[in-house]
């Protein structure tokens, strides 16, 4: 078993539902974790399908919150955003780009397997200094609020799995394919280096 607590990240889009459901699951555990998003800016759900409303990731939580208060604090609440911003403004103050962290973990879980291309192209294109092993496993789920919560069930299962392993690189491929049989889906997973 680790001897130190397993060093985890979360990654979805626009680290706001997905990644913080698991952060707030993972933490609440005794992880140390943090949690990102992949995309260029944070995009929330709009009037419309296809007009999303859009802010940088150097906006707060509670400023997002205040302005869609402000803009139909019916719909917002409806739909469950306001929800969701109260939960991450008692995690942490923004949301957080992961290409823009230079931080090594153990492990990277991401939410999709489009953010799981984007983490690892990032981390190919790193220059590496240390060459310290970094998991990325995708752990697929779709972006409602039910779907992150189980998503986010399964990767607190599997960091329990992998805390609890005498060691982690020999371990990995069995906690996977265990879990692959349990869950029914499967994850995709590389070693990047650091």
């Not at 609440?28 to 296809?50: D, E, T």
């Not at 917002?76 to 109260?86: A, V």
């Not at 192209?121 to 590496?128: A, I, S």
């Not at 919560?149 to 690189?169: V, W």
């Amino acid at each position: 078993m680790p001897s130190y607590p397993l060093s985890v990240a979360v990654v979805c889009m626009s680290n706001m539902n997905r990644s913080m459901e698991a952060h707030r699951i993972l933490r609440r555990k005794g992880f140390r974790v943090r949690s990102f998003g992949a995309g260029s800016r944070v995009r929330l759900p709009g009037r419309a399908r296809n007009l999303p409303v859009v802010y940088n990731f150097s906006t707060t939580y509670e400023e997002m919150r205040k302005d869609l208060v402000r803009k139909d604090r019916q719909r917002y609440n409806s739909n469950g955003i306001l929800h969701i911003l109260g939960r991450n403004e008692r995690i942490k103050p923004r949301p957080e780009r992961f290409q823009e962290c230079r931080d090594h973990f153990d492990v990277i879980f991401t939410c999709a397997e489009s953010v799981y291309n984007k983490v690892v192209e990032e981390l190919w294109v790193r220059e590496q200094e240390t060459f310290q092993p970094v998991h990325v496993i995708n752990v697929d789920m779709a972006d409602n609020l039910e779907d992150a919560t189980l998503g986010s069930f399964i990767i607190c299962e599997l960091c329990e799995r992998l805390q609890q392993a005498d060691n982690l690189e020999d371990s990995l491929v069995q906690v996977l394919l265990a879990a692959e049989r349990k869950t029914g889906k499967s994850f995709l997973h590389t070693v990047c280096f650091y």
